[in-house]
């Protein structure tokens, strides 16, 4: 067997691996179509509307040219990238015909659509060389309603086959949890992970926008999911958490410091954290704001960090910001804060990544590249600017995979060619992060198999 062959995909989001095939046919086999919840995204995002209604209706007619003009417009394409309302506008396609999409729909038709779309996206791993695939999924926030258990026991007993049927890939599931409120599924997570198909919920998950929603806030969260693991072994969850894959919100320095919170707090991997290792000088000079309480939050870091932070070259002036913490203080809690970033402060960002890294490495947590994902909704159009770089460089622990293959038309073995191509890296670096996904695979972080 071939190393190509044990692929691990440790990032996917299982509706994110539909195939635009797959998503025909089932569109094509739909009854009711919720069009106008698509089309009103489309027209927001992109201020058109595509004509995927009269392309589904021609491909039921039999007309041969339908499912490429229909992947066209489906895919999240280098084209429309750099804005998440646009593919989220185009992902909207993926849900208004899902009964899924739909919760309180009658569970049998979750059952079977469920089932059905799972079966296809381990055929297309099997086409495409993965050997063990880990899917993410996000429900509601109790996970317990009549439509959550549907979806839930159908793919928790199709990925628990072990001993059972033909070879395929290993499956596991990540459940994604709310970050307003991750307690909210707890009860259901903990009785899913003990219970009979508990081996195949190998770790929790975060997902969706990260804006205003500090990795501070689950501090507690992170401890509890910590002491079920070590009262649970053979069960333990793994912590994925993405973050500094956003950050419009906030200035670079606390974008940076999101990652490194969320590794300290315990996250055995991280997803994207292109704050972390993307070249600030991608951004140029330019203005950012963020909330004064989010400043002061960035100014306690550098008090608490400054004897790291003056080693990597960052200068860190104690009095100045003492007296900024005093004034920030006594403004109102909605206040605002502007940052302006010269080529100096945005060289001065690099010496803090660098910090950073050398803090989340020590954590062994791993970081989740994922190239073409970052390149579309990341918005990082120059290779050279990609965080893989210093990442590598910087020696952490990192992992390749496709975020979600369907919507982006790209395989693992395609992110694996981009990164060892980008970074000169070749076959060996190729080889080494084939092995690097085996053993940053969920069920092994957390101990509970070994590597091997
Ligand atoms: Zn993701």
Known sequence: MTLDRVLSELHLHLYGCIRPEALLRHLAGCEKVRWQEYEEAMAAAYGEVPPVREIVERYRQGDAAAAAEFAGLFVFGD???GDFGRFQAKFRLLVVASALGDRHGPPEAIRAEVAGFAAGVRADHVRHGVGYAEHRIML????????ERAVLDTLLAAYD??????????ERLALSLHRADPWAAWDRVREIALGPHGAVLTGVD???????HPPKDVAEFFAEVRAFNDAHPERALAILYHVGESFRDKSLESAVRW????AELGAHRLGHAIALGVDPGAYGPHTRTESAAERLDQIGYDLRHREGLRAAGVRVDPAALEEERARLAALPGDAVVTV??????????RHRQDYAMSRVRATGAVVEVCPTSNRRIGGIADPAHHPVHRFLAAGLPVVVSSDDPGIFGTTLA???DWVCEQTGG???????LIRAARRARSEVLTGRVRAD
């Open 161 to 170: 086959r072990d001993g059972a049927g033909p070879a395929g890939p290993a």
């Open 206 to 212: 975060f997902c969706h926008v990260e804006e205003g």
């Open 79 to 81: 084209a429309d990238a």
């Open 340 to 349: 302006s970033y010269d080529r100096d402060r945005l060289a001065e960002v």
């Open 140 to 147: 509601g926030r109790g996970l317990d309603s009549p439509g």
């Open 426 to 432: 070749g076959a060996e670096l190729r080889e080494h």
């Open 259 to 262: 990652v490194q919170e969320a």
């Open 414 to 416: 395609a992110e694996l």
